[in-house]
């Protein structure tokens, strides 16, 4: 890593990160299905690209790359014309093919990414790798490896985590994870006077400082954008901020860190 910054592109969470994500890092984007984790990373991919020089690469495990197509038509991204234009490859792979992929000398992964001059790219997602071993201390292990083989080419991260559990709650083992990535960005719904809200909590950035608050963001038809932080609320990322247990979640986790 250097002290080069890789500017992500998405209103308001470059300022959170205080100028971007790190040079050659790794940023684990972890929340349940729908919060908006695939949008982060295709936002990060697609910005690169277009505005920064940055071609990129999505590698993905579980959706088609015509889904991203669709899905990223949505909220104006062409990534069709990227690719036509190679600042973009989507690579449909499994973990276990990456992961080899990236051990042997010239793989594909890294050829691709010679090819596009490939500085960034999205994992979608990382869950993915959990059937590949029932033992925590070994999965860390592979993921450990995969994200140095993504670093030793070069590129700048982005992974994704489904979270299952819909509100609040951590497990172990995402904290486990923690200590592999060198970014962790925690999404959220919050539900909040009867309404469902997006919240975003950057818990960790290596040899950055970053924002401790927790913002609220929102999707819109042109992708993902954070926005002020919540006031006068405890236990937000606890997905119910009034409860006690809630805020004593919070308290919690934060101690940790
Ligand atoms: N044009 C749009 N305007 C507002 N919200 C949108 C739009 N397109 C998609 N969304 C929302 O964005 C979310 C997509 O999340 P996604 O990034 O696929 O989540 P994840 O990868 O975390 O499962 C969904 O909640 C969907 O409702
Ligand atoms: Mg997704």
Redesign the pocket.
């Known amino acids: 890593m250097s002290d080069e910054r890789v500017i992500t592109g998405i209103p308001g969470l470059d300022d959170m990160l205080h100028g971007g994500l790190l040079r050659n890092s790794a940023l684990l984007v972890e ?1 349940a ?8 990373g295709m936002q990060f991919i697609y910005q690169g690209a277009t505005l920064y020089d940055e071609p990129g690469l999505i590698l993905t495990f579980e959706m088609f790359p015509r889904q991203y197509y669709r ?1 990223a038509a ?2 104006g991204w062409d990534l069709r014309a990227l690719e036509a234009s190679d600042k973009l490859r989507i690579v449909m792979s499994s973990p276990e093919v990456s992961r080899l992929d990236l051990q042997a000398v010239t793989g594909q992964i890294e050829s691709i990414a010679h090819q596009l001059q490939a500085r960034r790219v999205l994992v979608d997602s990382l869950s993915h790798f959990e059937r590949l071993t029932s033992d925590p201390i070994e999965l860390r292990q592979i993921i450990y490896e995969f994200i140095n083989g993504l670093k030793r080419v070069g590129l700048t991260a982005v992974l ?1 985590r489904e979270n299952v559990a819909l509100l609040g709650e951590t497990p172990n083992m995402e904290e486990d994870l923690a200590f592999v990535v060198d970014g962790y960005l925690m ?1 959220r719904y919050v539900e909040l006077s009867s309404a469902v809200r997006r919240a975003l909590l950057v818990l960790k950035l290596r040899g950055s400082d970053h924002a401790k608050d927790i913002r609220q963001f929102e ?3 042109h992708g993902l954008e954070v926005r002020a932080k919540f006031e006068g609320q405890q236990g937000i990322m606890s997905g119910s901020p009034v409860s006690e247990p809630a805020v004593a979640f919070v308290q919690a986790f934060a101690r940790k860190k």
């Open positions: 929340g299905p729908g919060t908006g984790k695939s949008t982060l899905d949505n909220f994704t999404l999707i819109t038809s």
